[in-house]
DNA sequence: TCTATTCGTTGATTTTAATCAAAAACAAAT
DNA sequence: ATTTGTTTTTGATTAAAATCAACGAATAGA
């Protein structure tokens, strides 16, 4: 499950699943419409490939920038950590999406990306990407896109840990996983999640009792089937509803 | 944590008070070095200024993306709302910031910009933008640089909203401030706030009556001193172990 | 297959912040 | 100076989530 096939949030499956070898180039290339030229520049952009296994780490706060990473394969975790113990994961990240941006300001990683399961990523050199975005603007627009797109998911879960209670949260997280599954071609409403309670908790700013808790609510309500990893959706709708606010009534 | 905004931070006072005349070049082309020739292709990026009365909207929210906006004087917060009536303050924006980056994932504005005093902005036309990044590389990698910023501070108040309490989200916000201010001249311990209780609370996660109690908390434990919107702060490192950051001393 | 360890659930209790409510302080306009 | 509306503070109470604790269930490794 949840081994590679095709990614790419918002583009159309069509358009992901033709020839493009690579994936960085399934990220970056194939939605500006390139022709065969600048496709060959850009082919030439993704140098490396990095396996990484489960609980391994792509990079570590602190280390040096070189290359943004295309998830492949797999399915990683980002967290930033703060000198006193506090931890934050500030992201999940699954085939097709790219890791690395936030890097770009100090030229240094400043969280952890760990592989939850066995991954695959791309390199993607960044001087080289913006070299040829030069000659490619609608690589670069594209790129600008993208790191927009960044701020503004941020913004969303900004939105979440400030005004959601609990069980918000969690619908929220939950729709959000179910989304991008379903783009990757992976039942909407019945899926694995591949991290723990406690990573949950802490994307959500929840500890893991309460996420357990949420779970458990969520179920009793008929709203989902947990089964420790394994999550069913049974009612879209609702979960939505959950979502959206507390007070209309279950 | 809680990485101010861009802009000023990492160049010197002089340089910021220095000769250029717009304060689109001050926060984009001074720190990367041009020429005559890139300043001028720059100086015509800038068509526009732009005041905005206190209480006035910079954008809406779904409206249409054509520049982004540099600060050049005045005090702004952008938030976003939710159909369901939910608001969340994503920022607080000072002279020399950059505003309207998440609009261009979408094209459109995801957030509303509402000037807390009155302002003044200059419109730099984002096309424009692009256009003349392809020919000044350092501009181009500047303006990376900015919206990585952007993305890494998200995280910060990711963090902060994830795992602090009360008291620590304020402390956190003040030395902020405080950082921010005194980068632009201005007292590091002594400013006066633009915002309300409800604004800062949004912001932070918090009811305006949780923010209002934390400022008191303080003040009793002669941290700060407050006077409705004037701040005094009497003690910078105890503020700091407030926020749980002993480490990061000054 | 078995064991050690991690992971997940649930209950009881405490802590924290939200909510409800009232009054004081302040700002803007008359 | 007075009124009006907004903002801020503070207190009492309630609601939500954290914490503490115990126990199964699942998983990885031997």
Known sequence: MLTERFSAKDFSVAQIRSSCATCSLRELCLPVGLNDEEVAML?????????????????????????????KSGFLKTCILEEDGRQQVTGFHMTGELLGLDA???????????????????????????????????????FHKIMSREIVRDHGVML???????????????????????????????FNLRMTREEIGSYLGLKLETVSRAFSKLQE??????????????????????????????
């Open 221 to 250: 309500e008929a709203i989902i089937v947990v089964n420790n990893k394994h999550i069913k959706i049974l009612n879209l709708e609702r979960l939505k509803i959950k979502m959206g606010n507390s007070s209309c009534a279950t």
């Open 43 to 71: 082919g030439e952009v993704v140098v490396h490939k990095r396996k990484i296994q489960r609980g391994g780490y792509l990079h570590r706060t602190g280390t040096k920038f070189q290359a943004l990473y295309a998830v």
């Open 160 to 190: 979440l840990l400030g005004s959601m209670k609990a069980e918000e949260r969690l619908a929220s997280f939950l729709l959000n996983m179910s989304r991008r599954f379903v783009i990757r071609g992976y039942s909407e409403t019945d």
């Open 104 to 142: 770009i300001s100090t030229d240094m990683h400043t969280c952890e990306a760990v592989a939850l399961e066995d991954s695959e990523v791309c390199e993607i050199p960044f001087s080289k990407l913006e070299d040829i975005s030069r000659t490619i603007p609608s690589l670069m627009h594209h």
